[in-house]
């Protein structure tokens, strides 16, 4: 079982940059591939990035690629989404999800394990 807890949620004004973190609870980080998604309200839950176990691969929605980051940290159990140039639309609540394989998972309903959310808002 793996624990996932997301941090770095919060108000911002469009044009700005917040840096989302998502800690996990275990010693075989680097067995697991890793996504952020986001969920709008009223929409389905759609990924926003995805990295390979070593961080050697992403992947991007397109609507976010050239603005969003995803890195991780084996050493530090965490994985990271840098986000700048934040537009309304990006306004959503943000996931974090484990997948059990090495390599880039795209597909929401693979992954395995998924953290709380962390509200992120972008005002106009």
């Known amino acids: 079982q793996v624990q996932l807890v997301e941090s770095g949620g919060g108000l911002v004004q469009a044009g700005g940059s917040l840096r989302l973190s998502c800690a996990a609870s275990?010693?075989?980080?680097?067995?697991?591939?890793m996504g952020w998604f986001r969920q709008a309200r009223g929409k389905e839950r759609e990924v926003v990035a995805a990295i390979t176990w070593s961080g050697r691969s992403t992947y991007y929605l397109p609507s976010v690629r050239g603005r969003f980051t995803i890195s991780r940290d084996n050493a530090k159990n965490t994985v990271y989404l840098q986000m700048n140039s934040l537009k309304p639309e990006d306004t959503a609540v943000y996931y974090c999800?484990?997948?059990?394989?090495?390599?880039?998972?795209?597909?929401?309903?693979?992954?395995?394990?998924w953290g709380q959310g962390t509200q992120v808002t972008v005002s106009s």
């Open positions: 999800a484990a997948d059990e394989s090495l390599g880039l998972v795209t597909i929401t309903s693979s992954y395995d394990y």
């Open positions: 275990t010693r075989t980080f680097s067995n697991y591939a």
